[in-house]
């Protein structure tokens, strides 16, 4: 009996020894995932390129520290044998590798370096040291080689047409059409970019039609408008242009505020993000691909040129401007409305319910701060913001939240699962 209670004892130990190994320099979540967000705005990264960039950064942190504990199903890379190696100095290292690479055109990369030495300043320069390192390098460069696959599609030189229902560029800018090549990025989840590709838009000749233009109309009128005080200001609070951290980013920093607010601990923070970021990588994906295969007109186009679309309900207003400008690529569906619904449907199901109290920011309205009640409450605000903007159709906004859900469902059921044993 003495002898199985020493036993024991030197077990339990010996697996304390190990778990006090990974935990005893425990890095803190947010400092990677927010200069991430910095890096994304200083960059000025378009929407799908920085919802891309964020989960590849993400899931290689997620495989990373999975490669500890083995826990859950891996993404790219399989768990490993690390018992005796530093978790801070592998998680610090595929950070640093993972946020230099993917930034590498656009970025200093001094800037991620300081930060990579000012993370590791503290920690042992000991063997365990070394073996996070390597381990860490090992998760970067897996996802390298994953961000070579989205490069290697070249510039699509996409040609606009004058036909009724059809995208142009719009004033003032007359921007070129942004990222059309992006349907042939390969999804990082769904089986194909148009697996959940929507229904196509509402016919320029129907009556539904009509109604959604003038909704719109009334709604996103620069100088006339049927809107309140603080529609006007969601339509710049969410507004999420280059420049900013876009859509992504905002839900990244709902997700901490989140985090703070459930008591998450290191590793249910580290499985939460990746599988956000991932959701949103391919509703980004998913979105683009139906912007380019029916692109579809914007509002100020269809109210100004209404003479053209042979509907008998509708009448052209050259005049007409929306409050916001017109993004460079086609309407439909959303792509606001198809990030915050997917991302708020992944937090539905990974805190287990909807009614989370929860408080952001915005980039473009500095200090000002505003709270919900729900993740529903927050994206059905995003969604209509781009309405109050005159920037798109209800129906954009109604299918774009729809097809991010659908995306969200997906990812949560079929990726980063918990082990069986």
Avoid at 39 to 59: G, K, Q, V
Wanted: with cysteine; hydrophobic share 40%.
């Amino acid at each position: 009996m003495h002898l199985k209670k020493v036993l024991s004892f030197m077990l339990a130990s010996s697996l304390l020894a190990t778990f006090t190994q990974a935990e005893q320099d425990m890095p803190t979540f947010e400092n990677w995932n927010n200069r991430a967000l910095d890096a994304i705005r200083s960059s000025r990264t378009p929407p799908p390129m920085a919802a891309y960039a964020l989960a590849l950064l993400h899931l290689s942190l997620y495989d990373t520290v999975n490669g500890f504990h083995g826990d859950f199903e891996a993404y790219a890379v399989e768990p490993e044998d690390l018992s005796d190696a530093s978790l801070a100095a592998a998680y610090h290292t595929a950070a640093y590798e993972t946020l230099t690479d993917l930034f590498n055109e656009s970025v200093n990369p001094a800037v991620f370096k300081k930060a990579y030495q000012q993370e590791i300043m503290d920690l042992p320069k000991d063997e365990a040291f070394e073996k996070g390192v390597a381990w860490g390098k090992k998760v970067a460069d897996a996802y390298k080689k994953i961000c070579d696959e989205s490069r290697k599609y070249d510039v699509v030189d996409w040609q606009t047409a004058s036909d009724a229902g059809i995208w142009r560029e719009t004033p003032p800018f007359f921007r070129p059409a942004l990222l059309p090549h992006w349907p042939k990025v390969e999804p990082l989840a769904m089986p194909t970019s148009d697996a959940f590709r929507c229904e196509p838009p509402l016919p320029i000749d129907s009556e539904a039609y009509a109604k959604e233009l003038y909704e719109v109309k009334a709604l996103g009128g620069r100088d006339k408008h049927d809107r309140s005080s603080y529609d006007t200001l969601s339509s710049v609070f969410w507004s999420d242009d280059l420049g900013s951290s876009t859509p992504a980013g905002s839900w990244n920093l709902i997700a901490q505020d989140v985090c703070r607010s459930e008591g998450y601990d290191f590793y249910q923070k580290v499985r939460l993000f990746a599988l956000l970021n991932l959701t949103m990588a391919d509703a980004g994906i998913a979105c683009w691909d139906a912007k380019y295969h029916y692109n579809y007109w914007r509002p100020e186009t269809a109210i100004r040129q209404a003479d053209i679309d042979n509907n008998p309900a509708t009448e052209p207003d050259t005049e007409w401007i929306p409050l916001m400008g017109s993004p460079p690529f086609p309407e439909y569906p959303s792509g606001h409305s198809s990030f915050s619904r997917s991302a708020a449907q992944l937090l539905t199901l990974y805190v287990g319910r909807d009614e989370v109290h929860f408080s952001t920011t915005s980039d473009q309205v500095p200090g000002a701060i505003r709270s919900y009640d729900g993740f529903d409450q927050c994206a059905d605000e995003v969604g209509m913001s781009r309405l109050h903007g005159g920037i798109h159709f209800m129906s954009a906004n109604l299918i774009g939240q729809e097809l991010g859900a659908r995306v969200a469902d997906f990812v949560f059921e079929e990726y980063l699962q918990e082990r069986a044993n």
